[in-house]
């Protein structure tokens, strides 16, 4: 694995441009076991730079651009089975999220978005006292 | 072993190759083409939505002096991939893991695929193996393969 580069995450929704033809990343979503949700999409192409995540009114929104390297003149297109896609996707975020806690990183056109569980809502033993 | 090919008897003709620059399906192409200009949106496009192709996907671009192959990888590392050239056929083998975490992980939404993968693509021209370099950025795999001395075009000065 290459490094894991470090990616903003805003508090305004991702900006989304609805004309432009947009596809929506494969995702895995899973929690680990201190209740942490972890958000893995693939984003081919995409670098550091081209992602705008913004978690606003309890939406996690992710938008990005990948960026396919050009060929200079001269080249002709044999066969084609990707272009410079752009990504869309929103996620509904449940009142357990720490909001504050999200971070987001990015290596090999993957991207991972940590949830920490909210403090309120991480289990608590309660401790019956003895009347 | 007596070889079929050089005994003299020609009992087995050699694999037939097509001549350089004909294509058989040019016409097929030549309809995709057009109802992708017709679609606008583009079926390559479409077909990946509904996750149609094979993986992982490769773009082949044909210039001058060399070929390019692009090939879609997020998620696989440096040394998880192999490349292999013999003649004009590329071999890209590898290998997508999964999070190592996956033993304490409880899944909600799985969509990305792991295992092993393998993609043999046919170049349009011969190359020149000593020199293949291929380079990885942001989960896309650039290989840059240069032609063979006799595959590069060559003026001819007329007398």
């Known amino acids: 694995m290459t490094e894991q580069q470090k990616v903003q995450v805003n508090a305004e929704p991702a900006r989304r441009s609805e004309t432009a033809d947009t596809s929506a990343p494969l995702v895995d979503i899973y929690e680990r076991e201190d209740g942490t949700i972890v958000i893995e999409a693939e984003l081919p192409g995409v670098e550091v730079d081209g992602v705008d995540i913004g978690v606003d009114k309890g939406v996690l929104s992710l938008e990005a651009q990948a960026n396919v390297p050009e060929l200079g003149e001269g080249f002709s297109c044999t066969y084609a089975g990707f272009g410079a896609e752009r990504f869309f996707r929103a996620f509904a975020l449940s009142d357990g999220v720490d909001r504050d806690g999200i971070h987001a990183e990015m290596a090999d056109g993957v991207l991972t978005v940590t949830l920490p569980r909210a403090a309120a809502a991480r289990s608590r033993k309660i401790e019956i006292k003895q009347g | ?159």
């Not at chain 2, 998620?75 to 290998?95: A, H, P, Q």
């Open chain 2, 1 to 159: 072993m007596d070889h079929p090919e050089r005994n003299g008897k020609g009992l087995f003709m050699a694999i037939y190759r097509w001549p350089a620059g004909w294509d058989p399906l040019q016409g097929l192409r030549t309809m995709h083409r057009e109802l992708e200009r017709f679609l606008g949106d583009g079926i390559t496009s479409a077909a990946r939505r509904i996750g149609g192709g094979s993986y992982p996907p490769v773009n082949v671009w044909n210039g001058p002096e060399e070929m390019v192959v692009q090939c879609e990888v997020p998620g696989v590392s440096r040394d998880e991939i192999e490349l292999s050239i013999t003649g004009e056929t590329l071999v890209i083998k590898g290998t997508k893991k999964p999070p190592a975490e996956e033993a304490q992980a409880r899944y909600q939404r799985r969509e990305r695929g792991y295992g092993d993968f393998n993609r043999t693509i046919v170049l349009p021209d011969k190359v020149e193996a000593e020199q293949v370099e291929a380079s990885l950025k942001a989960g896309i795999l650039s290989v840059r393969l240069p032609k063979s001395e006799a595959a590069r075009p060559r003026r001819i000065q007329v007398k």
